[in-house]
């Protein structure tokens, strides 16, 4: 009897324990989505800012950017407002400076023009590009075009070891990344071949020339 006594109040002990956990939990997952439904409610001064959300509103006092609901601590250590030239998503941007109230637009938005693009580059479909270190533009947080930044080549005048780590294909003897020109046996800069076409005095196979002297 007692036995049996036993396994009820245990089994009692379980469930009341498996709904405390699973209140706790409930709670914590409300208490996250309080904080970033994007609406002022809970006892927030700001929009999921302040109150009882870590983040600190606009114009509030930090030591970093982590502190700031915008995710930009200024150089006067308070939150800055969000802003599209910030490099940071923020605010009602759907990228990083672009979309939402921004005027430029992020990749895969349909666009007209290359400047409209956040990326610089628009094509036909699916309309703004993402940058990348191969579509001949300086997006994307590189250095130079296609170079440097989140590129895995570097750009000229920049240390280099071998060919492979120039975004132009040459590592000159100084052992920095050389400029690209028209006689170092490489296709780089705006060349349609090697060492020829586009600005290069000699044109490539099968382009058009007046007669033999050109």
Request: glycine residues 12%; contains cysteine; aromatic residues 6%.
């Amino acid at each position: 009897m007692e036995s049996k006594q036993a396994l009820i109040v245990g089994d009692l002990v379980l469930k009341s324990v498996a709904t405390t956990t699973a209140y706790m939990i409930a709670t914590v997952i409300a208490a996250f989505v309080r904080r970033n439904d994007g609406v002022r409610n809970g006892g927030e001064i700001g929009i999921d800012c302040d109150g009882p959300c870590t983040k600190r509103c606009n114009g509030r006092v930090c030591t970093s950017a982590e502190d700031c609901w915008s995710g930009v601590c200024g150089v006067n250590k308070t939150c800055s407002v969000p802003s599209c030239s910030d490099n940071i998503k923020n605010g009602l941007e759907t990228g990083v400076d672009c979309g939402g109230v921004c005027p430029l637009k992020c990749g895969f938005q349909s666009c007209k023009r290359c400047s409209e693009c956040q990326s610089g580059v628009c094509i036909d479909w699916p309309g703004c590009a993402e940058a990348t270190c191969y579509d001949g533009v300086r997006n994307g947080g590189e250095i130079g075009i296609d170079c440097d930044g989140p590129c895995l080549r570097r750009c000229n005048d920049r240390a280099c070891i071998s060919d492979d780590d120039c975004w132009s294909g040459v590592c000159g003897i100084n052992k920095t990344c050389s400029v690209p020109s028209c006689y170092d046996n490489v296709q780089n800069g705006l060349e349609t071949g090697v060492d020829c076409g586009w600005f290069c005095p000699l044109r490539c196979n099968s382009q058009f020339c007046a007669s033999d002297a050109v």
